[in-house]
T-cell receptor, first 116, second 115 residues
Framework: GAGVSQSPSNKVTEKGKDVELRCDPISGHTALYWYRQSLGQGLEFLIY????????KSGLPSDRFSAERTGGSVSTLTIQRTQQEDSAVYLC??????????????FGPGTRLLVL | AQSVTQLGSHVSVSEGALVLLRCNYS??????LFWYVQYPNQGLQLLLK??????LVKGINGFEAEFKKSETSFHLTKPSAHMSDAAEYFCAVSENSGGYQKVTFGTGTKLQVIP
């Protein structure tokens, strides 16, 4: 079946512009996560969705970052007024059941963002 | 709060040699532990996971890991490295946080396989 997909795969933007990153999770997965992977860093948790609500936004680095999820499916991560330090790979993951701690997260291929 | 430490950001082994990637964790509750692999320009893929039961867990591509509670470790091993094993490997710990799964990843270990 189809896995997690993300678009665009690559994005180059100018400092100060807004960008939108999209994630299509696996059908039926209720939990959706956004992570940021910077060079030499591990995966930094950004936000978690349970259905359409986001009970944990603690990882969003600033108020320039926001995310939404509609229909319990597609999610969009928006970065406003991008800065060079926002350059990273943004990974989306989904899992079947949000209540369990043993669930496997299935990752998309990521969006590589470069802010010039 | 949970945390994961991966010793060695880069590991090099010869083709056919033993692969050992180290992972230590801290968790206030019995942990669920994962190893993921990331090939270039791809997302992360599950290699194996420990939830309960047998402490030696076998995964895909001949990898296995052993949960050692006394050492708070979950090291990843493979008896004989293949060129195709060259990738970045992430150890992760998961616990229930406020009613949902919170996963903390290590900083990753890049495995180089030398022919």
């Amino acid at each position: 079946g189809a896995g997690v997909s993300q678009s665009p795969s690559n994005k180059v933007t100018e400092k100060g512009k807004d960008v939108e990153l999209r994630c299509d999770p696996i059908s039926g997965h209720t939990a959706l996560y956004w992570y940021r992977q910077s060079l030499g860093q591990g995966l930094e948790f950004l936000i978690y969705f349970q259905g359409n609500s986001a009970p944990d936004k603690s990882g969003l680095p600033s108020d320039r970052f926001s995310a939404e999820r509609t229909g319990g499916s597609v999610s969009t991560l928006t970065i406003q007024r991008t800065q060079q330090e926002d350059s990273a790979v943004y990974l989306c993951a989904s899992s079947l059941e949000w209540r369990g701690s043993r669930e496997t997260q299935y990752f998309g291929p990521g969006t590589r963002l470069l802010v010039l | 709060a949970q945390s994961v430490t991966q010793l060695g950001s880069h590991v090099s082994v010869s083709e056919g040699a033993l692969v050992l990637l180290r992972c230590n964790y801290s968790s206030s509750v019995p942990p669920y532990l994962f190893w993921y692999v990331q090939y270039p320009n791809q997302g992360l893929q599950l290699l194996l996971k420990y939830t309960t039961g047998a402490t030696l867990v076998k995964g895909i591509n001949g990898f296995e890991a052993e949960f050692k509670k006394s050492e708070t470790s979950f090291h990843l091993t493979k008896p004989s490295a293949h060129m195709s094993d060259a990738a970045e490997y992430f150890c992760a710990v998961s616990e229930n946080s406020g009613g949902y799964q919170k996963v903390t990843f290590g900083t990753g270990t890049k495995l180089q396989v030398i022919p």
